[in-house]
């Protein structure tokens, strides 16, 4: 089937648009995407007059996701049947541990938070539900990698992005770390995507055996954290979530 290269341009004006929580100018959504800027003009004045993009800052005409493009993620959301299921264990880790838990799927080549619970009293600035990020440097993108032969081959020979001077860039240790997911059955996320953040995140499993999500807990970093105790809980409740939908 012929794709249409004006759909597809604005498939990714939203996807770069919606990866920058500052927004960005018409200029740098033309850079990013190395097309024409009247093409990407064109473009936003429909998505703004959907309501799919807005305007965050009228002096500077920085451009951000719009309310409409919320509602729709939500829906999205709301009719993924995992996040029931996995809702009553996420929300006891997250008591448990008094630390923020997320359940992420892949998407094209990236993590996307599908939910979060945090605790009552939190200290952390955490992601947003539909936000996007890596999967080399997370504990929920290496939770995926590690069962995942192809997705983890497909990044072979590209730029694993350097987030903080902690971030895993060589594939051959990244190859090393997967592989040490696998024998221990979790993934650790060491200030690899922030430099004080430390995440413990396991694998969800369905009935076929396939990792289908996968959920993490993130806190400070401090080295007094019991890595091993809190990575029993989350792999405990991963299991729960992983019987939920069929896995057995």
Known sequence: MKKSRAATRTIKILEVIANESKGLTLSEIAAKLDIPITSASDIVRSLLDEGMVEVIDERSKVYGIGVTAYYIGNAFIANTSIVDKAKAAIEELSNKTNKTVFLGKEVQGKITYIYKHEPKETLVATCDIGSRTNLH????????????????????????????????????????????????????????????LLCIGAPIFDSNRNVVAAISISGLYSVETDVEEQARLVKEAALTISRRIGYS
């Open 137 to 196: 440097c997370t504990s929920l993108g290496k939770s995926f990698l590690a069962y995942n032969e192809q997705m983890f081959e497909s990044l072979r020979g590209k730029e694993l992005i350097r987030k903080t001077a902690h971030t895993i860039t060589d594939f051959d240790k990244l190859e090393a770390e997967v592989k040490k997911v696998r024998i221990q059955g979790y993934a650790i996320d060491d200030r690899e995507q922030n430099d004080h």
